[in-house]
Structure formats: structure tokens, C-alpha cells
């Protein structure tokens, strides 16, 4: 069984920048594909960034190209996104999530998930 936990999330100003990391524990993850989705209130849990297990293949969804960064230290079984030029539709609950094999971008495919981290974009 693989539990994920996730960090880093709090407040932060238009423009500022935050790091998620997500660790995790009870099984490796470093073969599985690991993804972040976030859910604002009243909204559906959304894609925001994926990586394959070896890092060779990145996902993002459009609204979050060249501000997002998801990278992963296999060795330390964790994954981690750098959020830069942060905007108040970023705030959102954060939840990373891990599958095995191919780099999914569904919610239904993945099987295993943190219990998220609050961001908070004030304007």
C-alpha cells in the first residue's frame, strides 16, 4: 500500500511562489507515475501536472505551462512542484497521486492519493 502526504502549501501573494513536495511511504513510488491535481471549491478535482517514474515525460495543464514545475528525487520517494508567478485561480486544495506505469492524466487512474494542502493566492 503506498501513502502520500503532501507539504508546503499556504498563503501567498499574486506572483509569489510556493513548493509542494509529496512523500511517500509504505511502498516505493519509484516506478509509479506521479501526478498533482488540485480542487477549488464548487469545482471539479482537475490535472495539473504529471511525471513518468524515470522523469522522462512532464504533463501540465495549459493554464499552468512555464509557471509550474513537477520534478521527483526517487531516491527520497518524493515529488515536488514549484509554483511560480502564482495567481488567485491557483488557490485550491493541492493533492499529488501515484499509479503504476503509464503517466495518466484521469483522476480514475490513480489509484493512490495524498489528503492534500491548501494554497492560498490573495490578490
Known amino acids: 500500500q503506498v501513502q502520500l502526504v503532501e507539504s508546503g502549501g499556504g498563503l501567498v501573494q499574486t506572483g509569489g511562489s510556493l513548493r509542494l513536495s509529496c512523500a511517500a511511504s509504505?511502498?516505493?513510488?519509484?516506478?509509479?507515475?506521479m501526478g498533482w491535481f488540485r480542487q477549488a471549491p464548487g469545482k471539479e478535482r482537475e490535472f495539473v501536472a504529471g511525471?513518468?517514474?524515470?522523469?522522462?515525460?512532464?504533463y501540465y495543464t495549459d493554464s499552468v505551462k512555464g509557471r509550474f514545475t513537477v520534478s521527483r528525487d526517487n531516491a527520497k520517494d518524493t515529488v515536488y512542484l514549484q509554483m511560480n508567478s502564482l495567481k488567485p485561480e491557483d488557490t485550491a486544495v493541492y493533492y499529488c497521486?501515484?499509479?503504476?506505469?503509464?503517466?495518466?492524466?484521469?483522476?480514475?487512474?490513480?489509484?493512490?492519493w495524498g489528503q492534500g494542502t491548501q494554497v492560498t493566492v490573495s490578490s
Open positions: 511525471i513518468s517514474w524515470n522523469a522522462d515525460m512532464t
Open positions: 497521486a501515484a499509479t503504476r506505469g503509464y503517466l495518466y492524466k484521469g483522476v480514475n487512474d490513480y489509484p493512490y
Open positions: 509504505g511502498r516505493t513510488v519509484s516506478m509509479y507515475a
